[in-house]
């Protein structure tokens, strides 16, 4: 199986910085796309931020500019660099990444972390 494990969240001001990192290890034979998704109060959760096995990115409008996604695919790690913190990015912050568990699985499957909670706030 794949476990997903996500780090890295805490309380923060407003205009600070965090860094959240995500772990995926087990059955894994190639991994394609990995991303952040939060949920916030109130709201369906929405991802905020994906990169794909060739390296492309995509963000959420409230989020360019101020946060950078990146992944190590060789280590199974994603990072999530957040910037300029406001208090509406609070919530929680899922990791999920979408693999092939072996050379013969013709469609990926979806496996997701527990979660990390981001609190911005004075």
């Known amino acids: 199986q794949v476990q997903v494990v996500e780090s890295g969240g805490g309380l923060v001001q407003p205009g600070g910085s965090l860094r959240l990192s995500c772990r995926a290890s087990?059955?894994?034979?190639?991994?394609?796309?990995m991303a952040w998704r939060r949920q916030a109060p109130g709201n369906e959760r929405e991802v905020v931020a994906s990169i794909t096995r060739d390296g492309n990115t995509n963000y959420e409008d409230s989020v360019k500019g101020r946060f950078t996604i990146s992944r190590d695919i060789a280590n199974g790690m994603l990072y999530l660099q957040m910037n300029s913190l406001k208090p509406e990015d609070t919530g929680v912050y899922y990791c999920?990444?979408?693999?092939?568990?072996?050379?013969?699985?013709?469609?990926?499957?979806?496996?997701w972390g527990q979660g990390t909670q981001v609190t911005v706030s004075t």
């Open positions: 999920y990444v979408d693999v092939l568990t072996t050379a013969t699985t013709r469609l990926l499957t979806r496996w």
């Open positions: 087990g059955s894994i034979f190639s991994i394609d796309t």
